[in-house]
């Protein structure tokens, strides 16, 4: 953390009423920075949220009471900043900006930490991801304060998360191994996610075949009675039988 001449900062506190007022905080992380409106940016250090005018070059501070700031977000259309604390059953905080006030406070069922949260380019929804041991996509209407649906995904970690600037109900998550677009359905109150995998190209630009491969990496693992087998290879066919072998199906 870098350090240099005190000076008093403009500080409003999260979650709690200090008696100490903070002269000085200083600190830049290499990632996680955001603009909240047209001129002013904010990054989180420590347990602060420092909002600075780039024009005014004034900052002002928001203080998390409650531990170390974890991810941030901001809607840029609603002047607010979304952010959750780093501790054990984590909580999601959402202030307005300029006046630092705070519009409410989102609570799950996550244990350990959020890694991920994004806000949509229309509406009152933010994403949120979460780490170990849930892995949880969940979809809050956050001016309500509650979860429209959620969707655990056991061990895949989630590097990148947005949401379609033109349809706020496509959401898109990468991993360093796939990209998968989410669907909110809805039906009537209800809504639901439903995942659709996009296959990326190999190194050369070409997309893998599986149809020619005799055990595609798409089947399904191996259930318990045993391997799934094609069904060139249950009919006991080999060699160029087996590759041009196609299943009959009933015209009538």
Not at 51 to 61: A, G, P, R, S, Y
Not at 66 to 93: M, Q
């Amino acid at each position: 953390m870098a350090q240099g001449p005190e000076r008093e900062e403009s500080t409003h506190n999260a979650g709690s009423h200090a008696s100490l007022s903070v002269r000085w905080v200083q600190g830049f992380p290499k990632q996680n920075v955001h603009f909240v409106n047209d001129s002013t940016i904010c990054y989180p250090s420590g347990n602060f949220i420092i909002f600075l005018d780039i024009e005014t070059k004034q900052k002002t501070i928001l203080q998390c009471m409650n531990g170390i700031v974890g991810v941030l977000a901001t809607n840029i259309p609603y002047e607010v900043v979304a952010f959750s604390d780093r501790k054990l059953r984590p909580v999601i905080y959402i202030y307005s900006f300029p006046a630092l006030t705070r519009r409410t406070k989102l609570k799950g069922n996550v244990l350990l930490d959020y890694i991920l949260l994004s806000f949509s380019y229309c509406g009152t929804y933010l994403a949120s991801y979460s780490s170990l041991p849930e892995f949880e996509l969940a979809l809050w209407n956050w001016e309500l304060g509650v979860i429209l649906c959620k969707k655990s995904q056991p061990g895949v970690d989630v590097s990148q998360m947005t949401f379609n600037p033109m349809n706020w109900h496509q959401l898109c998550l990468s991993s360093p191994s796939s990209v998968t677009v989410w669907t909110v359905e809805r039906s009537n109150q209800e809504h639901y996610l439903k995942a659709k995998s996009v296959k990326l190209p190999m190194e050369d630009g070409s997309f893998f075949n599986e149809k020619d491969v005799v055990f595609p990496d798409s089947l399904p693992k191996d259930p318990i009675y045993g391997p799934i087998l094609p069904l060139s290879a249950i009919a006991g066919l080999v060699d160029k039988e087996a590759e041009t072998f196609r299943k009959m199906t009933n015209s009538f």
